[in-house]
């Protein structure tokens, strides 16, 4: 299902590609919640049809569809944006940075906090760039445009394996239209003067 929703979001309407991300977001919640994780009772659908809910029947704990923030983010040097290859990644595409908001970050805190601990810089001027949902199994992916600021461009060398800062005429291969990655990277092609070619 999550390769069907790749090609939905890279093709699809935004109606098209909100229905496909609330379906697999849905059997995912529906999947993990079969067990109250309290007490273990087997969950039973809320009384309330209208509630999108599981209830324990045991100890009364309800279970609502939860949604991961994840932040992303281009940052710019001048006229030049990093781009990373990560272990995860799959194929030879370069991306952005992101990551998971951590429990007690805003969006902000947390855009600082992996554009430190991926590529040891760091940013300032941080400023909204759009949204996307992405459900790996249910996250939502929260686009923010960053500018550097201080630091030595250095991967993590874990989950970062080369790091590097890229113009219009010498871009690597970047994801497939369709993610919020893609869409961040045309528009800052946009804002430099038109669009490139590149690889991908």
């Given at each position: ?10 093709t ?6 909100r229905?496909?991300?609330s ?10 919640n ?17 509630e ?11 279970a ?24 995860h990644?799959?194929?030879?595409a ?28 760091e940013?300032?001027?941080i ?12 996250n ?56 490139a070619?590149?690889?991908?």
């Amino acid at each position: 299902m999550a390769d069907e929703f790749r090609k939905t979001a890279a093709t699809g309407s935004p109606e098209e590609i909100r229905k496909a991300s609330s379906e697999l977001e849905l059997a995912e919640w529906r999947r993990t919640n079969r067990f109250c994780g309290c007490c273990g009772a087997e969950m039973k659908p809320h009384a309330d049809a209208a509630e999108r809910a599981f209830v324990c029947p045991s100890c009364g704990y309800a279970a609502y569809p939860r949604i991961a923030p994840a932040v992303i983010a281009l940052v710019t040097k001048g006229d030049k944006a990093l781009l990373q290859r990560n272990t995860h990644y799959k194929g030879a595409a370069w991306t952005l940075v992101a990551g998971f908001v951590d429990p007690g970050e805003n969006l902000e805190e947390a855009v600082r906090r992996e554009i430190r601990e991926e590529a040891s810089i760091e940013v300032a001027d941080i400023r909204y760039a759009g949204s996307q949902t992405w459900p790996y199994p249910s996250n939502i992916m929260i686009g923010f445009r960053a500018e550097y600021a201080e630091g030595e461009l250095k991967p993590d060398g874990a989950e970062v394996v080369e790091s590097g800062w890229f113009g219009r005429g010498n871009l690597p291969q970047i994801p497939q239209p369709g993610s919020i990655a893609r869409k961040m990277i045309d528009a800052w092609l946009a804002d430099c003067g038109g669009s490139a070619r590149f690889p991908g």
